[in-house]
Structures are given as C-alpha cells and as structure tokens.
C-alpha cells in the first residue's frame, strides 16, 4: 500500500464516556422534551457549566416563581412547532455533526476490577444540508490498530486509555480509534446512566415495539428473566433496555444492534406523538430534573436544543441505519492469543459508512436544492492538487480546470514519486468533496486512502496519476 504524504500529527479530544439508549433518545429523539421542558424551567435555571466532565448543573430559585406556561400543540404542523412558544434559534452549522455512543460494560463495573471496556459503540450523524440523519453500529470485537498502542478489539480503546492516563482518558482514545477507523470527525459526546433510561421512558409511557421473535431478556439484578412474545407491545423502560441490551440470540452481537436501533427510533416515534404533548408538557420539569441529574455532555444547552429540534424535523425514511457486521464488513478469524475476533475488511466499511451518511443511493441534488458543487463549496475543504506524472504542468492546469467549476484549490506541486493512477488521500471526512471528486476524476474505491488526521493543513490531496495525464475532461 502507497505512503501518504507526511501530514501526521495526533489530535487530542475532549469527550467523556456515556450510554448509548438515553443520549440517542435526547439528542435524535427527545427535540420536544428538551425545548418545552426548556421552557417550562428556564427561571429556575441559573446556571449551566461546561468542564471537561460537566453534567447539567441547575439550582432552584425560589420556589414560589411559577414556571411559563409552554402554549400548545397543534396536531397537523409539519415539522412540529409550538404554538405560543418562540421557535429555537435554528442550528448554524451547515457541516456534518456526527455523535459517537458509548456505553460501557456491565459486567466490568460489576467486577470493579480496573477500567471497564466499552460494551456498545453507535455513530450517530446528521447532515443539516440535506436533512438526513444516519445510525451505524461498530461491534465492540473489531480488530484495529489503537493508535500509540498496538492491534486490540475496539472495545478495549477505553480502558487502555484510562490505564494509561491517554491525554483525555479512556473516551479520547475511544474516540480516534473509532475517528481512525471509519475515517470522519466525531463532534460531541454525552452520558446518560441506566437508571435515567429507564425512568425516561416510563414517563413517557413506554415505547412500541414490533417483537420479531421469542427473545428471553434479562433485567438488571438478580433472578428477573423474561421472556417475550412475538407481537406489537409497548415495554416499560426496564425491558426495553433489556431487550436492547440481550445479546443471546443466534446473530448475537449483531442482532443485538439492531434492536438497539430499533428502540432509538421508537423512541423517537413514541416523542413525536403529537397526543403525547400535553403530557410532556405537564411532566417537563420532572423529565428535565431526570436528564440533567443523568446526562453529561460538552454540548451547551442552546446546542442540544438546537440539534435536537434540528433532529425532530428529520423524516423517518431518511434516518439510514447501517450494522457493521459479516460477511460483507468483517471476517471472523482468529487474534494472535488465539481468541475469535472481527476482522474489519476497510473498502467495505467505508462503503456501508457512506451508505449511511448518504442513503442507499446518492442523494438527488435536486431534491435538496444544492448541486454536487454547491455540497463541495458548503464543505468549504481545502484541496492541494500534487502532480505524480511525469507531464509538466499537469498540477497547475488541473487546478485552473477545478476552480472554473467552482472547487477552491489552497495549492498545487509535485508529488514525491510518480502514480501511474490518480489517488485521493482523505485527512478529514469531507464525504461530499471526495465523492465529487471521484466521480469526476473517475479514482476507484481502491486509489481513496482515508488518512483521518485534523490537524493536517489540508483536508484532502490529490495525487494526479498516468491515467488523469491520459485522459480527461480538461479543454
């Protein structure tokens, strides 16, 4: 495999670690929730501090304030607004905004012994440009390389980082192994405990969900196994984390993420219920003392309002759900100590990656009101355009042809050996640049290197190779 040019510097993230259910259900499911109880609390809410590991800090005010009465709900508005409320300040970044989910092991915190391991791991995404959102769940027995450690399952990224004192900790390491993997930037983070979740979704009453087959779960503590039926039924939030969590089925782990994002989306389901309003709005500051004593996040409270509201106008059929998983993403093959491990097989992960992000097909330019370039443009990425032919001015006249299209070039060179076909290195993620790119240099899958790394001067470099030299669009 060719080198990349030597951009290469660590990135150090500031992130915490959290449970996947309840984050997933604030942030993609609970929009509503999170601005009427808002509302409702905003004059008792005196304070709201970010630390490295902040929480939610409220402090009652006198008690004999009356909260503001939060208007009502009218059933036929699309997207949801509320009527006699001022609509949030709509979210302003026109990038992708992408949550990696982490909840750790059970069975570690039982045992006490040492840092746990990470137990669930989802990337939760939404693109404010086109309005698409996307789920995808990373298997805790990937074999990766940790970056400053050596080849492991992902899902001891996080206590390597916590026994070895990683700058920030056992979730900053978490965090760019899995930025490293799939190749994008993870923005946010958040922590929700189990006794949160549960209480959550008891206030809200339940969630509905379609059962496909008898499953047996298992209740936190002692002695409580269920088993449920085939059917429609709404479950309390002590099964449905159960049923998320089960993992004794015959896809095991994989099967396991899929009824995870089955609940995550009737949650979101069971919230957007306009008949369910009235309710949440009677029960907001109960559901807001519930999240704020159990969520900890390096959002600010005018950000998790924004993005949530910004989530709640997401249709479903374009929340993409993607599991990575055999045969198409991993192998199944032995580690070096002889234990069953995942093999990620990197093309295809990427691919089910950007299926994820954009859909099962490209998304339709036209349907959204922005062409390819205009995504480029929005992306704002920095290119640098590398000649690896022995063609003269190759490099110059490729730019000049690019930004006649619209695409800025931040500088052209030569590359420090010859290509004979054009290749693509991607710093940062800028999924609509390099799929523009791509298509209209015609780079297959094999010539694009994800090199993810922020603190490289550029986000992408193109290496011009023989095949470009030889045939291309330019006049």
């Known amino acids: 495999m060719e080198q990349s040019p030597d951009m290469k510097n660590k990135r150090s993230s500031t992130v915490r670690w ?17 601005y009427l109880t808002f509302v409702v609390v905003r004059d008792i809410v005196t304070s709201w ?24 709900i009218t059933d036929a508005q699309t ?47 939404i693109d404010p440009l086109t309005r698409t ?16 450690f050596e080849y492991g399952r992902i899902n001891t990224a996080y206590s390597l980082g916590e026994a070895f004192e990683y700058p920030s900790g056992g979730p900053g ?65 002590e099964l449905a984390l159960a049923y998320a969590r089960a993992r004794k089925t015959e896809g095991g782990d994989f099967d396991r993420a899929q009824r995870q994002q089955q609940v995550i989306l009737a949650i979101r389901q069971q919230m957007l219920r306009p008949k369910l309003l009235p309710t949440l709005i ?11 004593s159990g969520v900890q996040t390096n959002m600010n409270l005018d950000q998790v309002i924004q993005l949530a509201w910004l989530a709640s106008q997401i249709e479903e ?10 045969p198409d993403q991993v192998l199944l093959v032995k580690s070096p100590q002889g234990d069953d491990v995942l093999k990620p097989i990197a093309d295809k992960i990427r691919l089910l990656r950007d299926q994820v992000f954009f859909g099962s097909e490209p998304i339709s330019p036209a349907a959204v009101g922005m062409s390819p370039v205009d995504l480029v443009v929005a992306e704002a990425p920095k290119i640098s355009v590398l000649n690896g032919t022995s063609t003269p001015g190759l490099a110059a006249l490729t730019t000049d042809y690019l930004q006649s299209l619209g695409i800025s070039i931040t500088d052209t060179g030569n590359a420090d050996q010859l290509y004979p076909y054009t290749t693509i290195f991607d710093y ?34 193109v290496i011009l190779g023989a095949d470009w030299a030889g045939s291309n669009p330019m006049p």
């Open 133 to 148: 959102a996307g789920i995808l769940s990373v298997p805790r027995d990937l074999w990766v390389n940790i970056p400053g």
């Open 173 to 237: 390491l978490a965090m760019v192994t899995v930025e490293e993997l799939l190749g994008v930037p993870i923005d946010y983070y958040a922590q929700v405990d189990f006794g949160a979740f549960v209480r959550f979704i008891d206030e809200i009453g339940g969630v509905k969900l379609d059962i496909q087959e008898r499953i047996t779960i298992d209740p936190l503590g002692d002695n409580n196994t269920k088993t449920l039926k085939p059917g429609v039924q709404t479950l309390p939030g």
């Open 18 to 34: 959290l449970n996947w259910a309840v984050v997933a259900a604030f942030l993609i499911a609970a929009a509503v929730t999170a």
């Open 428 to 461: 940062t993620g800028k999924i609509y640049t390099v799929k523009y790119l791509m298509e209209l240099m015609s780079v297959p899958g094999n010539r694009y290197f994800s090199r993810y790394d922020p603190a490289n001067p550029v986000d992408l470099v």
């Open 282 to 292: 009677a029960k907001a500051p109960v559901l807001y003392q519930e999240i704020s």
């Open 49 to 72: 501090e970010l630390t490295s590991l902040p929480g939610i800090s409220i402090k009652p005010a006198d008690a004999d304030v009356a909260p503001e009465a939060p208007g009502v």
């Open 317 to 326: 059929e374009n929340i993409k759900r993607g599991v990575i998983g055999p």
């Open 79 to 125: 997207p949801l607004q509320v009527v006699g409320v001022p609509t949030p300040e709509p979210w302003d970044g026109a990038s992708r905004v992408s949550l990696l989910v982490m909840g750790l092991d059970y069975r570690d915190w039982a045992a006490g012994e040492g840092a746990p391991r990470t137990d669930t791991m989802i990337l939760l995404t």
